[in-house]
T-cell receptor, first 111, second 113 residues
Framework: QKEVEQNSGPLSVPEGAIASLNCTYSDRVSQSFFWYRQYSGKSPELIMSIYSNGDKEDGRFTAQLNKASQYVSLLIRDSQPSDSATYLCAVKVAGRRALTFGSGTRLQVQP | ETGVTQSPTHLIKTRGQQVTLRCSSQSGHNTVSWYQQALGQGPQFIFQYYREEENGRGNFPPRFSGLQFPNYSSELNVNALELDDSALYLC????????????FGPGTRLTVL
């Protein structure tokens, strides 16, 4: 079992719709959770971090964390073609230095 | 823009050669982490430097080594290059404990022939 798992996609949504991206993790002592966006050929760009159970909103983005079920999700409201990218979920386990990444979900927003 | 810079942007080497990649961290950040990202995969942690000391290492062989300088810039050195070392090498800087948010530079694309 991979430490951080994401559906590779592609996830295709029409412009203006809500895109829902999911991530599950295996280590119960995970303490910090991050979503990064990566355009083709570019480096990851931080979208949001979340540390506590519940929802955290930032503009069109909402991160949701459920530690009991060991999943974290990212909702993108009013999806735009410019949101088309690969979304990486990253987890930091307590006591470790590394971020552990999933393989990413490719999102396609259709105009 | 994160303020993290990396050089060079692209590099082509042949198998067996050695390479040095460079990273300048964001102003005020004293921690630098290096990651390797193969095509279609998420970044894999190589190691982290905090205040000039190696502060954690991933599952990479000793031919991957690094340094951090007093100004917190960093180098990644890879000896005896192998074809599988072809990847995007990412540097990420952070404020340091307890803040673990990492900001990535643009990366160096290494091709080993």
């Amino acid at each position: 079992q991979k430490e951080v798992e994401q559906n590779s996609g592609p996830l295709s949504v029409p412009e203006g719709a809500i895109a829902s991206l999911n991530c599950t993790y295996s280590d119960r002592v995970s303490q910090s959770f991050f979503w990064y966006r990566q355009y083709s050929g570019k480096s990851p760009e931080l979208i949001m971090s979340i540390y506590s159970n519940g929802d955290k909103e930032d503009g069109r983005f909402t991160a949701q964390l459920n530690k009991a079920s060991q999943y974290v999700s990212l909702l993108i409201r009013d999806s735009q073609p410019s949101d088309s990218a690969t979304y990486l979920c990253a987890v930091k386990v307590a006591g470790r230095r590394a971020l552990t990444f999933g393989s990413g979900t490719r999102l396609q927003v259709q105009p | 823009e994160t303020g993290v810079t990396q050089s060079p942007t692209h590099l082509i080497k042949t198998r067996g050669q050695q390479v040095t990649l460079r990273c300048s961290s964001q102003s005020g950040h004293n921690t630098v982490s290096w990651y390797q990202q193969a095509l279609g995969q998420g970044p894999q942690f190589i190691f982290q430097y905090y205040r000039e000391e190696e502060n954690g290492r991933g599952n990479f062989p000793p031919r991957f080594s690094g340094l951090q300088f007093p100004n917190y810039s960093s180098e990644l050195n890879v000896n005896a290059l192998e074809l599988d070392d072809s990847a995007l090498y990412l540097c990420a800087s952070s404020l340091g404990p307890p803040d673990d948010t990492q900001y990535f530079g643009p990366g160096t694309r290494l091709t080993v022939l």
